[in-house]
């Protein structure tokens, strides 16, 4: 029922491959048993993710990447999404890695090296939260002393930041922002696990005293850059939220055609074909603003992105939760059941919905940008 984008050979041939192996690879019974892990994850799994070359593929090749670009990177975040894989694949890859391209002026290319290589792993901290950058206020501040630069502050709702090696912050410095890295491990940094209803995601509270930072940069980075970032990452997460979201609907099609009442399968009844018709409307939509967001970073179009990641944010955050819901109430009761994934999609949802930007949010800066453009 889901159409598939356009796609060269080439990325069909990369999208089965990986969609065969996630789907061997995070069955139910082992997506649960990874994100009730110690770790949160599968090694294993993630190890031969690497492997495989999926932590580099978007990667130049002056760091030891593949310079596939952002729509095959899309391809792996929307099969990931759609089996809620607990991996460290968007933190590391997609927000790391991407921080690291576009603000750290090539004095992060050993950091880009490792994180291809799967020899660290990274996560993003924005001092200014959620959202993009303008009119934020920050919760922690850089400043140089006498033996460096240090961090002072706290940081909520960072993901994977109780696990990762490294951390990338982005903090404010004077009326611009200075890029930094930090040894997560180090006394002055207090990680705290924050519990949400989404066990396949893990996020942290972050706090600093005094920590020492390795500043990546020279020049300050803009507000505009900051928020070009921030538009990337919508993407990412986006293209997690559209394979969720499919996937969702794929699996209780498959319930309406087993579950039979009155001697039929209930999937042939018509008030239930139509809604399961409106919800993957609006999936393939949604899916198709993914990949054209993808298609422009590929094609250096910050312009035509600024505007397109928060439609696209919003809509595929909006379209996951109303298709998740939509399914739970398809399965009847038994849809919140811990028999099925279905309930484990919509706790997704709702992280997902809060992690970068809310729909409300997403909306109110696509009506600001879009302003701007007109004036």
Known sequence: MITEPPSSPDHTEIRDLVRDLVATTFTSEKMRAAAASPLGFDEVAWKQMVDLGWSSMALSEDVGGDDLGAYVQCLVHRELGARLAPTPYLSCVALGASALT???????????????????????????????????????????????????????????????????????????????????????????????????RSLADISFDATPARCLRDEPVTTAQVSALVDRLAVYLAAEMVGAAASCLRQTLEYLRARHQFGKPIGSFQALKHRCADAAVAVTVAQELAFAAAEMIDADDDAGLRLAAPLLLARAGEVFKDTAEECIQLHGGVGFTDEYDIGLYYKRALVDNELLASPVDAYARMDLVRKETIA
């Open 102 to 200: 576009m603000l750290a002026d090539g004095r992060g290319d050993d950091l880009l090296t490792r994180i291809g290589s799967g020899a660290t792993a990274a996560s993003l901290v924005l001092s200014h939260g959620r959202g993009w950058a303008e009119g934020s206020s920050p919760t922690l501040t850089a400043r140089e002393t006498g033996e460096g630069w240090v961090l002072d502050g706290s940081v909520g709702m960072v993901l994977d930041g109780a696990r990762s090696d490294v951390l990338l912050v982005v903090a404010p410095v004077g009326d611009a922002w200075g890029f930094f890295e930090v040894e997560a491990r180090v006394a002055s940094v207090r990680r705290t696990p924050v519990p949400v209803v989404d066990a396949t």
